[in-house]
Structures are given as structure tokens and as C-alpha cells.
């Protein structure tokens, strides 16, 4: 199953649309996951014409979305358990927040964003995936966002734009 992973796109004030980069990559989505700070259910609705989407809410959303969406959300995709967090709030890192979200579920993979810092990494047997952002690469040199491919097994790549 190939899933487009996205975080941070904080639109309407980030951009007006969603970037061709990304937009091209929807296109062979069987799934799209996004992190938190959509800012605007916009963004959604134009999700959802390309495949399925799921989604948590961030730290800066309309009052639409805050309805809409969980604040942290675990899936099962091929048998592997999948969580998802933003990854904002106070004390530790937004890595170990997220990661400590999910401590007692057996996540096989967490996605969070917050940070617009892509990572990838395993910490204990947890593979910890933030995509960046594909509108809003503050102090980073490249917008970027992350392909999922999930089978038997789990394979991760970042698109850098």
C-alpha cells in the first residue's frame, strides 16, 4: 500500500494550494496521512480527492477541523500498528512527545510533525517518521514530504523539493 505522508501545511497563510510536487505524488496514493496543522479544512477536502485520508489535528486549527479530526489516532495497515500525533505541547522534545503518546500500544511506526524538521529513526524498535512540511520549510533548505510503502514490510522515502 503506497501512503503520502504530510504534516504542517498551515493553508491558507503558507500558500493558496498545495505544491505541484506533492500534488503529482497523490495522484498514485492509496492512502494519505497527515500530521496536524492543516489550519484549514480546505486542505482536507482536497486530500480526499485522491485517496482516502487520515489525520489528526495540530496546534493551530480551525474549530471545523478540531471537530473533525482525533488529536492522536492509531491505525493497522498490513498488520503493522501505525500512530499518529502532532507532537506539540510542553517539556521533552516533539520527538519523544510523540513517541510517549503511543508508549503502551506497541506502534509499530509513529508519524508526528509539529517541528517542519523531517526525521527519520528508530528509537527502541519504534520507527519515528516526521515528513516536514511541504509549504512551510522554515530553517530547513528543502520543502519535503514522505512516501510510505507498506506490505510485508515497512519502506520510508523523503521527497525533497
Same mark, same amino acid.
Given at each position: *500500500?503506497? !501512503? !503520502?505522508?504530510?504534516?504542517?501545511?498551515? *493553508?491558507?497563510?503558507?500558500?493558496?494550494?498545495?505544491?505541484?510536487?506533492? *500534488?503529482?505524488? =497523490?495522484?498514485?496514493?492509496?492512502?494519505?496521512?497527515?500530521? %496536524?496543522?492543516?489550519?484549514?479544512?480546505?486542505?482536507?477536502?482536497? =486530500?480526499?480527492?485522491?485517496?482516502?485520508?487520515?489525520?489528526?489535528?495540530?496546534?493551530?486549527?480551525?474549530?471545523?477541523?478540531?471537530?473533525?479530526?482525533?488529536?492522536?489516532?492509531?491505525?493497522?495497515?498490513?498488520?503493522?500498528?501505525?500512530?499518529?500525533?502532532?507532537?506539540?505541547?510542553?517539556?521533552?522534545?516533539?520527538?519523544?512527545?510523540?513517541?510517549?503518546?503511543?508508549?503502551?500500544?506497541?506502534?509499530?511506526? !509513529?508519524?508526528? %510533525?509539529?517541528?517542519?524538521?523531517? $526525521? $527519520?529513526?528508530?528509537?527502541?524498535?519504534?520507527?519515528?517518521?516526521?515528513?516536514?512540511?511541504?509549504?512551510?520549510?522554515?530553517?530547513?533548505?528543502?520543502?519535503?514530504?514522505?512516501? =510510505?510503502?507498506?506490505?510485508?514490510?515497512?519502506?520510508?522515502?523523503?521527497?525533497?523539493?
Amino acid at each position: *500500500m503506497k !501512503i !503520502i505522508v504530510t504534516s504542517d501545511t498551515h *493553508m491558507p497563510k503558507k500558500g493558496t494550494q498545495l505544491p505541484f510536487r506533492l *500534488m503529482k505524488e =497523490l495522484e498514485t496514493a492509496e492512502l494519505i496521512i497527515h500530521a %496536524g496543522d492543516w489550519s484549514s479544512m480546505r486542505v482536507y477536502d482536497t =486530500l480526499q480527492q485522491y485517496a482516502p485520508v487520515k489525520g489528526v489535528c495540530g496546534n493551530i486549527e480551525s474549530n471545523e477541523i478540531l471537530k473533525k479530526l482525533p488529536s492522536k489516532e492509531l491505525l493497522t495497515i498490513n498488520g503493522f500498528r501505525i500512530g499518529i500525533v502532532h507532537g506539540h505541547g510542553e517539556k521533552k522534545t516533539t520527538e519523544r512527545r510523540a513517541f510517549d503518546t503511543f508508549f503502551d500500544e506497541d506502534a509499530n511506526a !509513529i508519524i508526528f %510533525g509539529h517541528s517542519h524538521i523531517p $526525521l $527519520l529513526r528508530y528509537f527502541k524498535k519504534t520507527l519515528l517518521l516526521n515528513p516536514g512540511s511541504p509549504t512551510d520549510k522554515r530553517t530547513q533548505p528543502y520543502y519535503s514530504f514522505a512516501t =510510505l510503502q507498506i506490505d510485508d514490510e515497512i519502506n520510508t522515502e523523503f521527497i525533497f523539493f
